[in-house]
């Protein structure tokens, strides 16, 4: 009686195709089998992708502009900004630079920012 069992749910078994650890073994196979896009076809593929992208790119730069404008308009902002650049000044004299060399490297370092600095 528990050979008949047996003999089911190994028939079901074979029927019911390979198991997940069998197609991981087949999947770098497959992949290796499959077309590889040729430079032309990249190309398209990545015109599409970025043509995608361009509006919600543009969105995104627009939003962090208006929120970066909403903050520089803040009298205490400019406070903020003042501290940081007499800081930066006291920090560069104490440290042995002349008042010119601590000025220009004053001048010459951007404001902290969340986005690169652009020049």
Same mark, same amino acid.
């Given at each position: 009686?528990? %050979?008949?069992?047996? &003999?089911?749910?190994?028939? %079901?078994?074979?029927?019911?195709?390979?198991?997940?650890?069998?197609?991981?073994?087949?999947?770098?196979? #497959?992949?290796?089998?499959?077309?590889?896009?040729?430079?032309?076809?990249? #190309? @398209?593929?990545?015109?599409?992708? &970025?043509?995608?992208?361009?509006?919600?790119?543009?969105?995104?730069?627009?939003?962090?502009?208006?929120?970066?404008? $909403? =903050?520089?308009?803040?009298?205490?902002?400019?406070?903020? =900004?003042?501290?940081? @650049? $007499?800081?930066? %000044?006291?920090?560069?004299?104490? #440290?042995?630079?002349? $008042?010119?060399?601590?000025? #220009?490297?004053? =001048?010459?370092?951007?404001?902290?920012?969340?986005?690169?600095?652009? @020049?």
């Amino acid at each position: 009686m528990r %050979y008949p069992v047996a &003999m089911c749910a190994a028939l %079901y078994l074979l029927q019911a195709g390979p198991t997940q650890a069998q197609q991981a073994q087949q999947a770098p196979q #497959q992949a290796s089998q499959q077309h590889q896009p040729s430079p032309e076809e990249m #190309q @398209k593929i990545m015109d599409a992708t &970025m043509g995608a992208m361009v509006p919600v790119m543009g969105r995104m730069v627009e939003v962090m502009v208006e929120a970066q404008l $909403k =903050i520089a308009v803040l009298p205490e902002t400019a406070d903020r =900004i003042a501290r940081f @650049k $007499k800081n930066l %000044y006291d920090a560069l004299l104490k #440290q042995g630079f002349s $008042k010119d060399q601590a000025m #220009q490297l004053v =001048i010459a370092t951007g404001l902290p920012s969340a986005t690169p600095a652009s @020049k």
